[in-house]
Nanobody
């Protein structure tokens, strides 16, 4: 019941910045966390950053200090501000929303992904 629409991907030079946005709609009252994952060719999908409904954040070690995740509850939107981009950040970035059905039982929704390409 949750739909995620991503935007903001594209081509950026190394050292540059870009902001991704993800708008959630549908049964959003049950979302307990939102985040960003990425998957590069030949690699598994990995967590980039996440933020819970309580405001706690978590980042992959590879992006700490460079990326910032934030939420705008009024707009039902989560953002990923990416600074000091590196070629190794190149990947398809997926928005994720975790819906809690009941305590301990969650369901993940995914956006279709947006390509971020960092050129050297």
């Amino acid at each position: 019941q949750v739909q995620l629409v991503e935007s903001g991907g594209g081509l950026v030079q190394a050292g540059g910045s870009r902001r991704l946005s993800c708008v959630a709609s549908g049964t959003i009252f049950s979302i307990t966390a939102m985040g960003w994952y990425r998957q590069a060719p030949g690699k598994t999908r990995e967590l980039v950053a996440a933020v819970t409904s309580g405001g706690s954040t978590n980042y992959a070690d590879s992006v700490k200090g460079r990326f910032t995740i934030s939420r705008d509850n009024a707009k039902n939107t989560v953002y990923l501000q990416m600074n000091s981009l590196k070629p190794e950040d190149t990947a398809v970035y997926y928005c994720n929303a975790r819906q809690t059905i009941f305590i301990g039982h969650d369901y993940d929704y995914w956006g279709q992904g947006t390509q971020v390409t960092v050129s050297s």
